[in-house]
């Protein structure tokens, strides 16, 4: 097992559930608008998910190829960071009515290209053991 990423995914996972308690309670105090709340449960499911296959990626590192496998962990914290971070950041810029949405904004697609990109290279790993 990969501990690093054991280690990473239960952080994902803990914050993931304290992030979306809080976007079940507080974050419907401070705004109505759907948007902004739709883009905040998207982070926190994407996180959630991420947290998960990241587990999986530190169960099957000794299973499979590790190079493989070590970049798609790699690119799924990089996703999380990227495409949840970005659109958390952005749910406080808007709160703010800050203009700095329009360069948050660019990189929650970065952020998706390394899930799909760490998802792919799973299964290259896996396959090539």
């Known amino acids: 097992m990969h501990r690093n990423f054991l280690i990473l995914a239960a952080f ?6 304290a992030l979306g308690a809080f976007g079940a309670h507080g974050l419907q105090q401070l ?6 709340l739709h883009g905040y449960q998207t982070a926190v499911q994407y996180q959630m998910y991420h947290a998960l296959a990241l587990l999986a990626v530190g169960m099957l ?4 190829n590790k190079k493989w496998i070590r970049v798609s962990g790699n690119l799924l914290i990089a996703g999380t960071i990227l495409f ?5 950041l952005l749910t406080i ?5 800050s203009d700095a949405i329009r360069f948050v904004g660019p990189v929650t697609p970065l952020g998706g290209v390394c899930f799909i990109t760490g998802w792919i290279c799973l299964m290259i790993g896996v396959m090539r053991k």
């Open 61 to 64: 590192y000794e299973k499979g």
């Open 84 to 88: 949840s971070g970005s659109l958390y």
């Open 12 to 17: 994902f996972g803990a914050s993931g559930v």
């Open 31 to 36: 705004t109505a608008d759907e948007k902004i």
């Open 93 to 97: 810029l808007k709160l703010n009515g």
